[in-house]
């Protein structure tokens, strides 16, 4: 079995550059910051897949990539999940007009052809740059994050999905 994700990445230069934009946000503490190198963007979480399933995944996403053409995205503001008054997630917004989301599904669908689940959960397409260790120590998070309201990160031109191994 294979932990794995399916995921787009972002360019070198523009994880350098989130990670320098909020390198001001990274003192605070109870938060687990994502390393630059490993910022990328998770369209489906699978899970524990077989080796065996993997031939087939690659050559779904492989059809999906080829009717999809490449897309910008726009990425700014900082968020959390569920909300900021308990928060598990440290988000930057994604603005790309509906376009990941429509990748989602068709992911979703055609690996329900091959038996994997669908998602319960609705697609909400961001970037994941901290986890919440611990809440009590979160004192400042929300001013924090108001700093960033109306901010743009950069952009970055999505024309690949990657099957990636998780940990």
Excluded at 51 to 75: C, H, M, R, Y
Aim: glycine letters at 6%; a positive charge.
């Amino acid at each position: 079995m294979v932990r794995s994700f399916i995921a787009v990445n972002l360019t070198k230069e523009l994880k350098t550059k989130i990670a320098n934009d909020i390198s001001c946000i990274k003192y605070l503490k109870g938060i687990k910051w994502i390393s630059p190198e490993n910022l990328h963007i998770t369209l489906k979480f699978l899970g524990d897949i077989s080796v065996e399933d993997i031939n087939g995944i690659k050559q779904i996403l492989s059809d999906i990539a080829s009717k999809t053409q490449p897309f910008e995205i726009s990425l700014n503001r900082i968020g959390c999940f569920p909300n900021i008054k308990h928060p598990n997630v440290v988000w930057i917004g994604i603005n790309d007009n509906g376009r990941l989301s429509d990748i989602f599904r068709d992911i979703d669908y055609r690996l329900s052809e091959i038996d994997i689940k669908k998602d319960d959960r609705s697609f909400s397409p961001h970037l994941t740059i901290g986890r919440i260790k611990d809440n009590i120590k979160i004192y400042n998070l929300k001013a924090e994050i108001e700093r960033f309201e109306g901010f743009t990160f950069g952009s970055n031109i999505i024309d690949t999905i990657s099957l990636m191994r998780g940990c």
